[in-house]
């Protein structure tokens, strides 16, 4: 039988004494595991054998919402509305703790209240009693919301690059972006509204939304914003990103707006921003009251700027694309032949008008030089004005040169140069016009001939030729041989203008034109009047004839006083034409006798009663004084003989 000694005072104190000091390790170890716990987490949890919570602690348990905390002792872990993101979900991970296995970084996730996620990372192991027997599990939580947020936008800004990138336009990129912000964040609809400055509007060009805000979004595209008008109007104006919790709460929602947002309350507006000024404004809504998210903004900032850059690059390609678009339908439907030829002169890119003018097809053309296909006598025309072009002196050089065409004929054309060059201003390639003037060519070559033989034949069948302004003043003066400008003067137009006033054609006026040596010339004129398309008057055009020569009035001196011949009454025209004629004869004066007969001839073709009056012995009236002596008929027929 044992006996028990009965222990003193001193032994009890120091029994107390040792209590008191594994008290005091136990709150000191307890004190390091909540420090240690702190340190490396953000809360502590055990669960027992059936996985139920038994113990929750930590400042950031539950997110901090301590009711939630009190509900969740007793539930495990799948029944507590939290999402597992793992391979195989919760049911993966009841095997592994079926199998008293400790897990790392679980991430699980729970919507809460205002819709946003809240992440939770969890790690764990197996607890046994000391007899062996599975206890329950113990562990550690992170709250790694921030860093999934982080994580989440960064994936919205590289969902709406890829987007943007991947675009095959402009309203499929925007498509993509409203559709990735508004997925990723739970918004229920965003709108592109797209800067009009002639109208001075914005207007909606894109929109995304879900099946319960189709009305909002139908709506809200086919209205239209002024500059400070409206949530978006407001951006626009400002500039500056706008987070609105509830439109119903707030005075700068347009009155069709609020009219709209029946079940809209959020909203975020993000101005799109290029070159420094504000081309469009995006717009997010949502059916939920939601409090600025700094870091969304944050996001939804570097979106608009990646569309806004996207937009200006779409924009600048668009109008190139429509630039080039342009170029290449008047390269290849331009009346004039175009191509580009490189810096060793062979053609890089020719059109199809260049190639009917030279006969030869596309292909045929390439690698050509312009030598190759230049006629020989025109090889260099163009390459002695090149140097100044290079040199920069001048931006363009022309030139007209023969060409021969693939089946050996030729072809003029006008070449006009100009040189491509880059950034540094270093050559590229030579810009070469051609326009085919071969027809202009040959037309000038009938005109010269035409005006050859106008000439030849003014000469062989009048004296001169001549064409008048509306004014009658000459504008073109041909003279036929033996004739000096001198010899007609504005005193021809004088002393026709009677004629010439009326505006009819005329035939076989005659006048006579005192020289300033003192002889007179006589001459013969005809015109016709000159009238434009639409019947104004232009002048006239005129053919003259002359006397052959001018013979001095001396030469009739020893005519009587009384000799008839008043010329320009057109009276005794034979008369005095047979006097003079027969005083040149006799003072032989050269060619006056075939002259007198070349007008007798003519004459009496002209006025066909001459050639009976010249062959009657009739006196044209015998008591004129002048003609008393002689008979009239009798003396013109010996003058004819006599010259004959």
Same mark, same amino acid.
């Given at each position: 039988?044992?006996?028990?000694?009965?222990?003193?005072?001193?032994?009890?104190?120091?029994?107390?004494?040792?209590?008191?000091?594994?008290?005091?390790?136990?709150?000191?170890?307890?004190?390091?595991?909540?420090?240690?716990?702190?340190?490396?987490?953000?809360?502590?949890?055990?669960?027992?054998?059936?996985?139920?919570?038994?113990?929750?602690?930590?400042?950031?348990?539950?997110?901090?919402?301590?009711?939630?905390?009190?509900?969740?002792?007793?539930?495990?872990?799948?029944?507590?509305?939290?999402?597992?993101?793992?391979?195989?979900?919760?049911?993966?991970?009841?095997?592994?703790?079926?199998?008293?296995?400790?897990?790392?970084?679980?991430?699980?996730?729970?919507?809460?209240?205002?819709?946003? $996620?809240?992440?939770?990372?969890?790690?764990?192991?197996?607890?046994?009693?000391?007899?062996?027997?599975?206890?329950?599990?113990?562990?550690?939580?992170?709250?790694?919301?921030?860093?999934?947020?982080?994580?989440?936008?960064?994936?919205?800004?590289?969902?709406?690059?890829?987007? $943007?990138?991947?675009?095959?336009?402009?309203?499929?990129?925007?498509?993509?972006?409203?559709?990735?912000?508004?997925?990723?964040?739970?918004?229920?609809?965003?709108?592109?509204?797209?800067?009009?400055?002639?109208?001075?509007?914005?207007?909606?060009?894109?929109?995304?939304?879900?099946?319960?805000?189709?009305?909002?979004?139908?709506?809200?595209?086919?209205?239209?914003?002024?500059?400070?008008?409206?949530?978006?109007?407001?951006?626009?104006?400002?500039?500056?990103?706008?987070?609105?919790?509830?439109?119903?709460?707030?005075?700068?929602?347009?009155?069709?707006?609020?009219?709209?947002?029946?079940?809209?309350?959020?909203?975020?507006?993000?101005?799109?921003?290029?070159?420094?000024?504000?081309?469009?404004? $995006?717009?997010?809504?949502?059916?939920?009251?939601?409090?600025?998210?700094?870091?969304?903004?944050?996001?939804?900032?570097?979106?608009?700027?990646?569309?806004?850059?996207?937009?200006?690059?779409?924009?600048?390609?668009?109008?190139?694309?429509?630039?080039?678009?342009?170029?290449?339908?008047?390269?290849?439907?331009?009346?004039?032949?175009?191509?580009?030829?490189?810096?060793?002169?062979?053609?890089?890119?020719?059109?199809?008008?260049?190639?009917?003018?030279?006969?030869?097809?596309?292909?045929?053309?390439?690698?050509?030089?312009?030598?190759?296909?230049?006629?020989?006598?025109?090889?260099?025309?163009?390459?002695?004005?090149?140097?100044?072009?290079?040199?920069?002196?001048?931006?363009?050089?022309?030139?007209?040169?023969?060409?021969?065409?693939?089946?050996?004929?030729?072809?003029?054309?006008?070449?006009?140069?100009? $040189?491509?060059?880059?950034?540094?201003?270093?050559?590229?390639?030579?810009?070469?016009?051609?326009?085919?003037?071969?027809?202009?060519?040959?037309?000038?070559?009938?005109?010269?001939?035409?005006?050859?033989?106008?000439?030849?034949?003014?000469?062989?069948?009048?004296?001169?030729?001549?064409?008048?302004?509306?004014?009658?003043?000459?504008?073109?003066?041909?003279?036929?041989?033996?004739?000096?400008?001198?010899?007609?003067?504005?005193?021809?137009?004088?002393?026709?203008?009677?004629?010439?006033?009326?505006?009819?054609?005329?035939?076989?006026?005659?006048?006579?034109?005192?020289?300033?040596?003192?002889?007179?010339?006589?001459?013969?004129?005809?015109?016709?009047?000159?009238?434009?398309?639409?019947?104004?008057?232009?002048?006239?055009?005129?053919?003259?004839?002359?006397?052959?020569?001018?013979?001095?009035?001396?030469?009739?001196?020893?005519?009587?006083?009384?000799?008839?011949?008043?010329?320009?009454?057109?009276?005794?025209?034979?008369?005095?034409?047979?006097?003079?004629?027969?005083?040149?004869?006799?003072?032989?004066?050269?060619?006056?006798?075939?002259?007198?007969?070349?007008?007798?001839?003519?004459?009496?073709?002209?006025?066909?009663?001459?050639?009976?009056?010249?062959?009657?012995?009739?006196?044209?009236?015998?008591?004129?004084?002048?003609?008393?002596?002689?008979?009239?008929?009798?003396?013109?027929?010996?003058?004819?003989?006599?010259?004959?």
């Amino acid at each position: 039988m044992a006996i028990r000694r009965k222990r003193g005072p001193a032994a009890k104190k120091a029994t107390v004494r040792a209590g008191s000091r594994l008290e005091q390790a136990m709150r000191d170890s307890e004190a390091r595991f909540r420090s240690l716990t702190h340190l490396s987490s953000d809360w502590f949890w055990e669960q027992d054998a059936e996985y139920r919570f038994t113990r929750l602690e930590g400042p950031l348990v539950a997110g901090g919402d301590q009711s939630l905390r009190q509900r969740l002792i007793g539930q495990r872990r799948w029944d507590s509305g939290l999402q597992i993101d793992t391979e195989g979900g919760w049911d993966a991970h009841r095997a592994l703790l079926d199998a008293r296995q400790p897990f790392h970084d679980l991430l699980m996730w729970r919507r809460m209240d205002d819709g946003r $996620l809240r992440w939770v990372e969890v790690s764990g192991e197996p607890v046994f009693a000391p007899d062996g027997s599975f206890a329950g599990y113990r562990g550690v939580g992170r709250d790694v919301t921030a860093r999934k947020r982080d994580e989440a936008l960064l994936r919205l800004e590289h969902t709406a690059a890829r987007g $943007l990138a991947d675009a095959e336009d402009s309203a499929k990129a925007l498509q993509a972006v409203l559709k990735a912000v508004c997925e990723t964040e739970q918004w229920d609809c965003g709108l592109y509204f797209q800067v009009d400055e002639a109208a001075g509007r914005l207007r909606c060009v894109e929109a995304w939304g879900r099946d319960g805000a189709r009305d909002f979004v139908e709506g809200l595209a086919a209205t239209q914003f002024e500059r400070g008008a409206g949530l978006a109007g407001h951006v626009w104006a400002a500039g500056e990103p706008l987070w609105v919790p509830d439109v119903h709460a707030d005075g700068r929602v347009s009155p069709a707006g609020r009219e709209l947002a029946t079940r809209i309350h959020a909203a975020l507006v993000f101005p799109v921003i290029a070159d420094g000024r504000v081309i469009g404004v $995006l717009s997010f809504s949502s059916a939920r009251i939601l409090q600025p998210d700094a870091r969304l903004q944050q996001t939804i900032g570097v979106i608009g700027s990646q569309v806004g850059q996207f937009l200006r690059r779409r924009r600048a390609e668009e109008s190139l694309r429509e630039s080039e678009a342009r170029f290449r339908r008047t390269f290849e439907l331009a009346g004039s032949g175009f191509a580009h030829i490189g810096l060793d002169r062979r053609f890089m890119r020719v059109n199809r008008r260049l190639c009917e003018i030279l006969g030869y097809s596309e292909r045929e053309l390439m690698g050509l030089t312009g030598r190759d296909i230049s006629h020989p006598e025109d090889l260099d025309v163009i390459n002695q004005q090149r140097p100044r072009l290079y040199a920069g002196e001048v931006d363009t050089v022309r030139s007209d040169k023969r060409y021969l065409r693939k089946d050996g004929s030729v072809v003029w054309a006008t070449l006009t140069l100009a $040189l491509e060059r880059d950034l540094a201003g270093r050559p590229q390639y030579e810009i070469a016009v051609y326009d085919d003037i071969t027809a202009r060519k040959a037309a000038e070559d009938a005109l010269r001939e035409s005006e050859a033989r106008f000439r030849s034949l003014t000469q062989m069948s009048s004296d001169f030729f001549w064409e008048s302004d509306v004014g009658h003043r000459f504008t073109q003066l041909v003279y036929g041989p033996g004739y000096q400008a001198a010899q007609v003067g504005h005193d021809a137009i004088d002393a026709i203008r009677a004629k010439l006033e009326s505006r009819v054609a005329f035939r076989d006026f005659e006048f006579a034109r005192a020289l300033p040596d003192g002889a007179t010339r006589y001459f013969t004129v005809s015109g016709d009047p000159r009238f434009a398309a639409d019947g104004a008057f232009l002048g006239y055009r005129n053919i003259a004839t002359g006397d052959g020569g001018a013979l001095p009035g001396a030469w009739l001196s020893d005519w009587p006083a009384n000799t008839p011949g008043n010329y320009q009454n057109g009276g005794s025209w034979l008369l005095y034409d047979a006097l003079a004629l027969y005083a040149g004869a006799r003072h032989e004066v050269a060619g006056a006798r075939a002259l007198f007969h070349a007008r007798l001839r003519s004459e009496t073709r002209r006025r066909p009663q001459l050639h009976e009056y010249l062959r009657t012995d009739d006196d044209l009236g015998g008591s004129d004084p002048r003609r008393e002596g002689y008979g009239w008929n009798g003396f013109v027929a010996n003058l004819i003989e006599a010259l004959a």
